[in-house]
């Protein structure tokens, strides 16, 4: 099965064409617009009734869309309203997937940023992490921005992005890109991002995790093609 985590910059309703040559069974798209808010009937026959979508407005929010031969059933219990742009899915009675992409916002009253929004999702959320989930998507996040973050999690460490590997490779979640490369978080030689789409400006911020094995194959886009659509480059991972 062919996967593809893109954060699109929105207006995918006029990108869908672009990525669907990726030839994909399944798309986690980030900040793509509701389909069925839409306004374009092209959009909403690429999504038909195969997916899932959630977010704070119409115009910008996280999307998983699936062809028709695959099964997608939600996960609602880890589905719930504090995290607007957390997808859990079971795929074709399976595995889990679920989508991730990681904002600036406030949960319960509490400023969060990027990667602490995982932690939070994680301890509340913990018997969805084991080996039969795949997460990937957007988590704007790297180890090399550690001490920006300074809150703490229940087990009094911080929400950064090392802490988030340790507690995913807890329940032997890894991630895919850094084991099929042999590379070291914040040591990537890949990039994922471009901030304003300025070349000279490349971060590794986007993620697939799961159990070591499942993952066999992943690929960044190319660079010239995606960043006149996106300041984000696809990852297209096949799994068993």
């Given at each position: 099965?062919?996967i593809?985590?893109?954060?699109?910059?929105s207006?995918?309703?006029?990108?869908?064409t672009?990525?669907?040559e990726?030839?994909?069974?399944?798309y986690?798209?980030?900040?793509?617009?509701?389909?069925?808010?839409?306004?374009?009937?092209?959009?909403k026959d690429?999504?038909?009734?195969?997916?899932?979508?959630?977010?704070?407005?119409?115009?910008?929010g996280?999307?998983?869309?699936?062809?028709?031969h695959?099964?997608?059933?939600?996960?609602?219990?880890y589905?719930?309203t504090?995290f607007?742009?957390?997808i859990a899915?079971?795929?074709?009675?399976?595995?889990?997937?679920?989508?991730?992409?990681?904002?600036?916002?406030?949960?319960n009253?509490k400023?969060?940023?990027?990667?602490?929004?995982?932690h939070?999702?994680?301890?509340?959320?913990?018997?969805?992490?084991?080996?039969?989930?795949?997460?990937?998507?957007?988590?704007?996040?790297?180890?090399?921005?550690?001490?920006?973050?300074?809150t703490?999690d229940?087990?009094?460490?911080?929400?950064?992005q090392?802490?988030?590997?340790?507690?995913?490779?807890?329940?032997?979640?890894?991630?895919?890109?850094?084991?099929?490369n042999?590379?070291?978080q914040g040591?990537?030689?890949?990039?994922?991002?471009?901030?304003?789409?300025?070349?000279d400006?490349?971060?590794?911020?986007?993620?697939?995790y799961?159990a070591?094995?499942?993952?066999?194959?992943l690929?960044?886009?190319?660079?010239?093609?995606?960043?006149k659509l996106?300041?984000?480059?696809?990852?297209?991972?096949?799994?068993?």
């Open positions: 099965m062919k593809v985590s893109w954060n699109c910059a207006k995918f309703r006029e990108k869908y672009s990525i669907i990726e030839d994909a069974d399944i986690v798209i980030q900040e793509c617009e509701d389909p069925a808010k839409a306004k374009s009937d092209e959009y690429f999504a038909g009734d195969n997916y899932f979508w959630t977010g704070d407005g119409k115009d910008k996280l999307g998983i869309f699936a062809g028709g695959v099964k997608l059933e939600k996960l609602d219990e589905c719930g504090d607007k742009n957390f899915l079971r795929v074709n009675d399976s595995f889990n997937l679920l989508g991730v992409w990681t904002v600036k916002g406030q949960i009253d400023k969060i940023e990027y990667v602490e929004m995982i939070d999702f994680f301890d509340e959320n913990i018997s969805l992490f084991n080996e039969n989930l795949i997460m990937c998507g957007d988590f704007n996040s790297n180890s090399i921005w550690d001490k920006t973050h300074r703490k229940k087990e009094g460490n911080a929400k950064d090392t802490n988030m590997n340790r507690k995913l490779e807890s329940c032997n979640l890894i991630s895919a890109y850094h084991k099929l042999n590379e070291e040591k990537e030689t890949q990039s994922t991002f471009y901030l304003y789409r300025h070349l400006k490349p971060y590794h911020i986007d993620y697939v799961a070591e094995g499942i993952v066999t194959d690929k960044i886009g190319d660079v010239d093609k995606w960043i996106s300041d984000h480059i696809p990852l297209t991972f096949e799994i068993k």
